[in-house]
């Protein structure tokens, strides 16, 4: 089993920063990637920012020149910058990890953490 852990989020003003980080830990081979997804209330679940092992980035072009995905593959940890906080930023952010688990195929899974809130609001 994999177990995906987010954290970091919270309350903060427009204009302010903050950092989510998120861990997985259990059966894992090998990391592919980690990505953040965020959902808002009445919309889609959207990708926000993802890391491969190698270090390519993926950004949504809302948060672009906002926010910075960066990962510790020694530790099976992602993490997001984000700066210059938007109210539309306002979101459950959700943690995705591309894993090949011990014990089985090299096909890759994905996981996903239980969410964190982020509220943008003054």
């Known amino acids: 089993q994999v177990h995906v852990e987010e954290s970091g989020g919270g309350l903060v003003q427009p204009g302010g920063s903050l950092r989510l980080s998120c861990a997985a830990s259990?059966?894992?081979?090998?990391?592919?990637?980690m990505g953040w997804y965020r959902q808002a209330p009445g919309k889609q679940r959207e990708l926000v920012a993802r890391i491969t092992s190698g270090g390519s980035t993926y950004y949504a072009d809302s948060v672009k020149g906002r926010f910075t995905v960066a990962r510790d593959n020694a530790k099976n940890t992602v993490y997001l910058q984000m700066n210059s906080l938007k109210s539309e930023d306002t979101a459950v952010f959700y943690c995705?990890?591309?894993?090949?688990?011990?014990?089985?195929?090299?096909?890759?899974?994905?996981?996903w953490g239980q969410g964190t809130q982020v509220t943008v609001s003054s």
């Open positions: 995705n990890a591309e894993v090949v688990v011990t014990g089985g195929s090299a096909a890759r899974y994905n996981y």
């Open positions: 259990g059966s894992i081979f090998s990391i592919n990637a």
